[in-house]
């Protein structure tokens, strides 16, 4: 066990109620989430991490569709991204670059990704990992018409290449991504509203 882990096993049971307190904190001072975390599910199997969420936006799917797919924009959408953009695009096959930071409570990650992206026009995009800040990487996610608003599905494998606690692990990325997807909604919901 290196000398990190072992003082991150030291230090986690300290911080762990900071840690596992500061969404609540966080929540008491801006507006209910868009996308709850209890519509995502994280599990691991060996090193690999798997998430799957479901949740609904009031928006049809080709507004939906167009915020899934604005990378180059994404960065202003989504406030764990500092960088986002198409580096090549061939047909509905893209490669786009990302890097940010995750933060949950005093827990912080960079991060950054090379991504193969092939999309499917307003069904489905599927991503895979090229390089970047996790040694496997590959996302699924389907758009469906659902009433006037659309219901994603979304599934993750990963394994990244930095330390992740499993007792904090599950946690540490239902927030992550929840910050995420309602981050989007958010936006395709800005989008939907007459100026």
Not at 31 to 57: C, H, K, M, Y
Request: aromatic residues 8%; hydrophobic residues 45%.
């Amino acid at each position: 066990m290196n000398a990190c882990r072992r003082h991150c096993l030291w230090v986690l049971p300290a911080l762990l109620p900071a840690l596992l307190a500061a969404p609540r904190v966080a929540m008491a001072q801006s507006e209910e989430p868009l996308v709850d975390e209890n519509s995502i599910q994280v599990r691991r199997q060996g090193e690999v991490w798997i998430v799957e969420a479901r949740f609904t936006a009031p928006v049809a799917p080709g507004l939906a569709w167009a915020v899934l797919t604005d990378f180059d924009n994404m960065a202003r959408i989504v406030s764990n991204l500092n960088a986002s953009r198409v580096v090549s695009r061939q047909g509905n096959v893209l490669q786009v670059e990302q890097k940010g930071r995750a933060r949950f409570g005093l827990f912080s990650v960079a991060f950054e990704s090379l991504r193969e992206i092939t999309l499917t026009p307003r069904r489905r995009i599927q991503a895979r990992g090229l390089s970047g800040s996790a040694k496997q990487f590959e996302s699924d996610m389907t758009l469906a018409a659902e009433g006037e608003g659309t219901v994603f599905t979304y599934r993750v494998e990963m394994v990244p290449d930095f330390w992740l606690p499993s007792l904090l692990g599950p946690s540490l990325l239902r927030h992550e991504m929840a910050e995420q997807f309602s981050a989007l909604v958010a936006e395709m919901q800005r989008r939907s509203t007459p100026r």
